[in-house]
């Protein structure tokens, strides 16, 4: 059973800064696509980035955050980051990571079978 355990949250002032790690404990084509969610009380969740672990690691992310998250992996370590920067008030949410084998719409949750239990991001001042 795959299994994706996130860590790294917490509270920060806006303009802060935070990474986020996702171990994942398999390596295979099952979860060759690594994700990032968040969900925000109220709201659905929506996808934050995307990257896949073959390739050229050309990675996706959502127009609210574009310059100023970055998603990487550490093959090595089968670690998934998201580093975030710049941080507002409005990136405050759960924060999920998620993993799949299809390559559908990245910023879909249903294109991921596996998921990690979340961990809370908080900005404020």
């Known amino acids: 059973q795959v299994q994706l355990v996130e860590s790294g949250g917490g509270s920060v002032q806006p303009g802060g800064s935070l990474t986020l790690s996702c171990v994942t404990t398999e390596v295979s084509a099952r979860v060759r696509y690594r994700a990032w969610f968040r969900q925000a009380p109220g709201k659905q969740r929506e996808g934050v980035g995307c990257i896949s672990s073959t390739g050229s690691n050309f990675a996706y992310y959502a127009d609210g955050v574009k310059g100023r998250f970055t998603i990487y992996l550490d093959s090595a370590k089968n670690t998934t980051y998201l580093r975030m920067s710049n941080l507002k008030p409005d990136d405050t949410a759960m924060y999920y990571c998620?993993?799949?084998?299809?390559?559908?719409?990245?910023?879909?949750?249903?294109?991921?079978?596996?998921w990690g239990q979340g961990t809370q991001v908080t900005v404020s001042s």
């Open positions: 998620a993993a799949g084998s299809s390559g559908g719409i990245w910023f879909h949750a249903s294109s991921y079978s596996y």
